[in-house]
């Protein structure tokens, strides 16, 4: 299955059989972002909590005590 990174628009080749393949196929509202850009933008959120400055919101109380 071929599918296009939402943010860089790289064109990247799935397994059919992958359950992010089929999650894509039958929930067309889920989009694909690739690896290098999952990274970078797990980099960057990760950079922004270390300042001090961003406030993460999460619904999750557990999470939160986390951060």
Do not use: W
């Not at 989009?31 to 990274?39: E, K, S």
């Not at 619904?59 to 951060?67: F, G």
């Amino acid at each position: 299955m071929r599918v296009q990174c939402v943010l860089c628009d790289a064109i990247h080749e799935l397994d059919d059989d992958s359950p992010l393949a089929k999650r894509l196929r039958n929930r067309p509202i889920h989009t694909f972002m690739c690896p290098d850009c999952h990274d970078r933008i797990t980099k960057k959120t990760l950079e922004r909590l270390a300042t001090g400055k961003f406030r993460f919101y999460r619904s999750s109380s557990s999470i939160d005590k986390e951060l």
